[in-house]
């Protein structure tokens, strides 16, 4: 009897996401993703990870910057960040909150911040994968009104811009807030942009097929997402561009 | 995992195979060296991936398990080296980083090496820490992606780095032979690069 009460209470337990150490547990699934390269029917299997609940915010950053003085405005190289990098958090008229994400880093900037809390920037299909879900479905992006709603991503209007906006389904909040979010494997979203219009000679600098698509047209999240981060450089940075960290499951 | 003592050695023992080099002269802060990260090579020895400072370097990304690419890589900077007349060829390195960490362990590395026929006093075959390849990747402007059957598509190219790991030079690798003009910039890079790093550059906080 107690062995079954106990049984319960610990499945109980399991249903909501849980959440430690500000990261949520992102079951493993398929999304079928409105990215495509050349050859694929676009199906991505994503495996059990961790994801941060919300996006890296300003006091974390600064946090982490006190401890790796390499990675401050000042010291970081040319090679790692561009004239831009922290620009907002130097200025004290314009600071933002410090609970609100952190902008004006770059793709090194965030890599090394998530490597330092022993995590890494979460994959494209990852966060494409928690980004379709809103708070009560895991794949949303069927509903055209929700999928209108995505449209302001990047912008004050966006529908997760306040930071007590409600999570998804996941427990994962700011998806589709102010701030567009760097991944870690931007570079691959670049597909064929300098290679339009390129001859059978330029195939060669791949070992295979590469062409980048659009399965759907009207995904505007990820259109405007890929749009964007396929126009940056690792050391860019900008003022609606942050970041959030995941976790591989052991 | 190699002891903090060992690696110590090794940088030393790096630093003093490259004499007239000012090492302690502060890095450009464009140069690829500017990363943290770390690397080991077919020998099985660990190395921060800044201990390549010193020495005109080719750089490129490949992995062993490729049948096309790859092999032409290794084959368009064999080319390369053997164009050079023997001073140059010994002021030039050569250093392939794998973007497959996992399968490409030292043993794999010396079996490439030694399938190849690398003259590996100039040749170094890396392996980065699993977390470093994508920032290698960046540092160099070299895109890769996973495929599902276990190989990756990845962009082909011989990269000249100046001794302070500042990009030089790139060029696409589309053959055997590596394209003339990459040649001529690489012979007049080396012939321009005097014995005693030069100190024109003024002194900068941009090193860490």
Same mark, same amino acid.
């Given at each position: ?12 337990? $399991? ?41 890296? !915010? ?22 790692? $960040? ?15 909150? $410090?609970?609100?994400?952190?902008? %004006? ?5 965030? *890599?090394?911040?998530? /490597? ?19 708070? !009560?479905? !895991? *794949? ?35 998806? %589709? ?16 942009? *300098? /290679? ?21 047209? *009207?995904?505007?999240? !990820? ?28 | 995992?190699?002891?903090? @003592? ?26 690829? +060296? ?26 490129? @990304?490949? +992995? ?7 092999? @032409? ?23 392939? =980083?794998? =973007? ?109």
């Amino acid at each position: 009897m107690l062995a079954h009460v106990f049984i319960a209470a610990s499945l109980l337990a $399991a249903t909501p996401p849980a959440v430690s150490d500000g990261f949520v547990q992102i079951p493993s699934g398929e999304i079928r993703s409105t990215v495509r390269y050349e050859g694929d029917d676009g199906k991505r299997r994503v495996a059990t990870f961790a994801m941060s609940a919300r996006a890296v !915010t300003v006091r974390e950053f600064a946090h982490f910057v006190r401890a790796h003085p390499q990675w401050s405005r000042g010291r970081v190289p040319a090679l790692l $960040a561009d004239s831009g990098y922290l620009s907002n958090l130097s200025d004290a008229g314009t600071a933002p909150h $410090a609970d609100a994400p952190v902008t %004006h880093v770059s793709w090194y900037a965030a *890599d090394a911040y998530c /490597k330092s809390i022993g995590a890494r920037l979460p994959d494209w299909a990852e966060w494409e994968y928690v980004a379709a879900s809103d708070s !009560t479905r !895991t *794949d949303a992006r069927g509903d055209a009104t929700w999928r209108a709603r995505t449209f302001d991503d990047g912008t004050p209007r966006a529908m997760d811009a306040r930071t007590d906006a409600a999570a998804n389904a996941y427990g994962v909040s700011g998806m %589709h807030g102010t701030a567009w979010e760097w991944v870690g494997d931007y570079a691959t979203l670049l597909g064929d942009a *300098d /290679k339009r219009g390129s001859d059978d000679g330029d195939r060669l600098q791949f070992c295979g097929a590469t062409g980048l698509s659009f399965a759907n047209r *009207d995904d505007y999240a !990820t259109l405007k997402r890929v749009a964007l981060l396929s126009a940056m450089e690792p050391r860019s940075t900008l003022g609606n561009l942050s970041f959030r960290c995941a976790r591989s499951s052991p | 995992m190699t002891s903090p @003592m060992h690696k110590v050695c090794v940088a030393a023992l790096l630093a003093m195979s490259m004499p007239a080099v000012a090492m302690d002269a502060p890095l450009p802060g464009d140069s690829v +060296y500017q990363l943290d990260a770390h690397v080991t090579d077919q020998e099985a020895r660990f190395h921060a991936w800044r201990s390549l400072r010193g020495k005109p370097t080719i750089v490129s @990304m490949f +992995y062993g398990n490729c049948h096309l690419m790859c092999p @032409m890589i290794i084959a368009s900077g064999k080319a390369l080296q053997y164009r050079l007349d023997p001073a140059q060829r010994e002021g030039l390195a050569f250093a392939m =980083i794998s =973007i497959d960490p996992a399968r490409d362990t030292p043993d794999a590395l010396r079996d490439v090496a030694r399938m190849h026929r690398l003259d590996t006093t100039h040749w170094r075959l890396l392996r980065p820490e699993a977390a470093d390849v994508r920032s290698l990747a960046a540092a160099l402007g070299i895109r890769y992606r996973a495929q599902p059957d276990g190989t990756f598509n990845h962009t082909s190219v011989l990269i000249l780095l100046d001794r302070d790991g500042r990009i030089v030079a790139r060029s696409q690798v589309t053959g055997l032979q590596p394209d003339p003009q990459f040649i001529a910039t690489v012979r007049e890079h080396l012939s321009g690069t005097p014995a005693v790093a030069s100190r024109s550059t003024p002194p900068s906080k941009d090193s860490p």
